[in-house]
């Protein structure tokens, strides 16, 4: 399956605009935003889990990447409210899934192969900084390396936002929103532009919390299994 596979176009969802679809688990449906794959997939998805469902125990072979946008996630290693941002890098295994039910947004497939480094950070509870030079801007950094940056943004309301692409970006409005001179972004918007592009934003009455990931999309590709 190819959905949004093209990395050389922009894409945008509105995630609530897209369907819900069952997956292999009961209880487990996704929204999916890009995939080169079947079941075994490099992908982005919504993924939603109902109340007192779960996931069977697997191993990450190729890393997962998420964020919790509602309610809690759990698994062995604790309990996940909104806001956390996890990294589970590959060869990890867990046993996922939610007591009171959780969305989360997911990225599998998507991590350097010798990559060990298991992330687990609350961005309610971390500090982010002024962004120097950039009025209205402050950053959250969340993980770095020499393929990719992640970081999240705070846009106060009203402000411009000017980013260079050279490797492409993906954002994940959190909260409230964003216009990027084509459209208008809400909460849980999607946007991916590819290499060489350029953001030009301006934050909305709200101002936006914005999930960012650079540099990763020259890499994409289908995993090898």
């Not at 309610?71 to 604790?78: A, I, L, S, T």
């Not at 402000?159 to 216009?179: C, I, R």
Request: charge should be negative; proline fraction near 5%; aromatic fraction near 8%.
């Amino acid at each position: 399956m190819n959905l949004n596979a093209d990395f050389d176009s922009r894409v945008l969802i509105h995630s609530d605009e897209v369907e819900w679809l069952a997956s292999p688990m009961p209880g487990v449906d996704r929204r999916m935003l890009d995939r080169i794959g079947d079941e075994v997939a490099r992908a982005s998805t919504i993924v939603r889990y109902a109340p007192n469902s779960k996931f069977s125990a697997h191993t990450h072979t190729g890393g997962e990447e998420f964020i919790v946008l509602e309610g809690v996630f759990q698994d062995e290693h604790g309990d996940f409210p909104v806001g956390s941002y996890i990294r589970n890098p590959p060869t990890s295994s867990h046993t996922p899934g939610s007591d009171e039910g959780c969305v989360i947004f997911v990225k599998l497939w998507q991590f350097d192969m010798d990559d060990r480094t298991q992330i687990m950070i609350d961005m309610n509870k971390n500090t982010s900084v002024d962004a120097s030079g950039r009025d209205g801007v402050s950053v959250m950094p969340l993980f770095a390396d020499e393929d990719e940056t992640v970081v999240m943004e705070t846009w106060d309301a009203g402000a411009s936002v000017d980013m260079d692409l050279p490797k492409g970006g993906e954002f994940l409005v959190l909260d409230g929103g964003f216009n990027d001179g084509t459209d208008d972004l809400r909460k849980h918007s999607w946007l991916r532009l590819p290499v060489g592009a350029k953001l030009s934003a301006v934050a909305g009455d709200q101002g936006a919390k914005v999930w960012i990931k650079t540099g990763h999309l020259p890499l994409a590709k289908a995993p090898a299994v």
